[in-house]
T-cell receptor, first 111, second 116 residues
Framework: KAGVTQTPRYLIKTRGQQVTLSCSPI?????VSWYQQTPGQGLQFLFE???????NKGNFPGRFSGRQFSNSRSEMNVSTLELGDSALYLC??????????FGPGTRLTVL | GENVEQHPSTLSVQEGDSAVIKCTYS??????FPWYKQELGKRPQLIID?????GEKKDQRIAVTLNKTAKHFSLHITETQPEDSAVYFC???????????????FGQGTILTVHP
């Protein structure tokens, strides 16, 4: 099976812009979770989607949003980018309570 | 919400020695505890996990122990090798009776260096 894929792998934006990141889970996985990884805060949970519904949400401002499509692919959007949003954004997919498989991440740099 | 503390933040050992990383969690309802290894520039990869109905689990040179009463769990790596050098993260999750452990709360990570 193909692993979790994320696009784009690298992104450079300026403050105030918005960005959309994409995640394709492993075939058959219906749960997709998103995490933000920074040197200072480590790995922090953003949200989880299951069957197109947001099931869990972390402590991030409303500028961070996401969605999941009927094929389980997921997108996350960050509006009005701030310098502090620079991070590695990881998505992970899982199948009914088993291991979460991570994608390679999208490295977002906000200038 | 859940809070996971991980210690030490850095760990340096000689090849062949054992390494132990400890984590404590705050939410007594947490019932799934995975450990991830992340090499530089790569994605986190699960190396071992344990559920709350089990006290210990082993996989070759890696073992995890769980003490639910004290709310802590530990990763043990024996006979360390240079390729074990990486950042290790513990995590905790509560599926609240559901079918997914999709919300992981991670510890801050431990940088393990194994010297040849």
């Amino acid at each position: 099976k193909a692993g979790v894929t994320q696009t784009p792998r690298y992104l450079i934006k300026t403050r105030g812009q918005q960005v959309t990141l994409s995640c394709s889970p492993i075939s058959g996985h219906r749960s997709v979770s998103w995490y933000q990884q920074t040197p200072g805060q480590g790995l922090q949970f953003l949200f989880e989607y299951f069957s197109e519904t947001q099931r869990n949400k972390g402590n991030f401002p409303g500028r961070f949003s996401g969605r999941q499509f009927s094929n389980s692919r997921s997108e996350m959007n960050v509006s009005t980018l701030e310098l502090g949003d620079s991070a590695l954004y990881l998505c992970a997919s899982s199948h009914f309570g088993n291991e979460q498989f991570f994608g390679p991440g999208t490295r977002l740099t906000v200038l | 919400g859940e809070n996971v503390e991980q210690h030490p933040s850095t760990l340096s050992v000689q090849e062949g020695d054992s390494a132990v990383i400890k984590c404590t969690y705050s939410d007594s309802a947490s019932n799934y505890f995975p450990w991830y290894k992340q090499e530089l520039g790569k994605r986190p990869q699960l190396i071992i996990d344990i559920r709350s109905n089990v006290g210990e689990k082993k996989d070759q040179r890696i073992a995890v122990t769980l003490n639910k009463t004290a709310k802590h769990f530990s990763l043990h790596i024996t006979e360390t090798q240079p390729e074990d050098s990486a950042v290790y993260f513990c995590a905790a999750s509560n599926d609240a009776g559901g079918t997914s452990y999709g919300k992981l709360t991670f510890g801050q990570g431990t940088i393990l260096t194994v010297h040849p």
